[in-house]
């Protein structure tokens, strides 16, 4: 695979702690940063020895003539610099929140569309291995429909509510999606303490019959374990992700009550997963690598995204449904 030219435009922590240390092990080759902040653009320099600083993304996309732009500053640049990357013909990954509303999001998958460039959206939850492995059980046969979701997210005490439904639930609005496909008969019930702690059910069902309850919550400190999701099939088997780092399937179990026989049997009991960190360990499961190298896939090979922003209109629906819904 040859390299892309990228291009990165918010050089804040989080592409300068998370994002760009994934895509160094891609075939990128960095030819432009940008960022409004000049002590941003200075210690990301100074660190990865960026070729070229700009203060505008426009400027540098012109100059620079990128095949790639990743973006990682917030929901209105994320909406600006998509629209011009595909107004200019240029791949482009944002984080999420992809944009401001679902009227953006759709006019930015129509853009995409004529473009035919990659319009991709960091919805790690998607590439999380933990939950990637659930997608894949819950599609088999033995598993059934998905009968019960339910799903806990929390977070330390937020900058506000309204930015607390607006940038963290949804990323369990998006994986149910992601698991169930749209959301119906999206309900809310809430408490809010204070200007930045607040308590949040939100309840839906989907078309298949699944019936599902996201809990939400930003009163935990984030050290606290803070996320589980727990599937149940009409096959009488569930799925089980406990922080991300955790993955267990039960199923019915063999037979025991003749023959005392505590072997582990490969088609019953529970299947299990953690992650092993082993020496030069350097894959995070989270999500992050591999979201970044669907998206360089994307861009050499033409390969699915798994998250273009076509895919993110329903999520963002859902997001403005809890909202509405809070804040009526």
Not at 285 to 298: I, P
Request: charged fraction near 20%.
């Amino acid at each position: 695979m040859e390299q892309i030219k990228l291009a990165l435009v918010g050089c804040g922590d989080y592409l300068y702690n998370v994002m760009y240390f994934a895509m160094r092990k891609l075939p990128v080759r960095l030819v432009g940063i940008c960022d409004i902040e000049q002590k941003q653009l200075e210690r990301f320099s100074k660190t990865f020895n960026a070729p070229a600083q700009y203060a505008s993304y426009t400027e540098m996309i012109d100059q620079q003539k990128p095949d790639a732009v990743v973006c990682g500053a917030n929901a209105a640049v994320h909406y600006e610099v998509m629209k011009y990357c595909l107004l200019k013909g240029v791949n482009v990954f944002v984080e999420k929140t992809p944009c401001r509303t679902a009227a953006e999001a759709k006019e930015l998958t129509e853009l995409q569309k004529k473009s035919r460039k990659v319009a991709m959206v960091g919805f790690n939850r998607r590439f999380a291995t933990s939950y990637m492995m659930a997608k894949e059980v819950i599609g088999r046969a033995e598993f059934g429909i998905p009968a019960m979701y339910y799903s806990k997210f929390h977070a330390s005490p937020y900058r506000s509510i309204d930015y607390f439904v607006f940038n963290h639930i949804i990323h369990h609005l998006d994986l149910a999606r992601f698991f169930l496909g749209d959301l119906e008969n999206i309900s809310v019930r809430h408490k809010i303490y204070t200007d930045t702690t607040g308590v949040f059910l939100v309840d839906f069902s989907t078309k298949a019959g699944t019936v599902g309850t996201i809990q939400s919550a930003c009163m935990l400190q984030e050290p606290f374990p803070m996320e589980r999701l727990d599937i149940v099939g009409t096959g009488g088997r569930d799925v089980v992700v406990d922080n991300l780092r955790s993955f267990s399937y039960n199923r019915t179990g063999p037979a025991r009550d003749k023959k005392f026989d505590i072997s582990l049997q490969n088609d019953g009991d529970c299947l299990a997963w953690n992650p092993s960190h082993g020496y030069a360990y350097g894959f995070d499961h989270m999500g992050f690598d591999a979201e970044l190298a669907a998206f360089v896939s994307s861009v050499s090979s033409g390969a699915p995204t798994g998250c273009d922003i076509g895919d993110c209109v329903g999520s963002m629906e859902a997001m403005e449904t809890v909202r509405k819904a809070v804040f009526a």
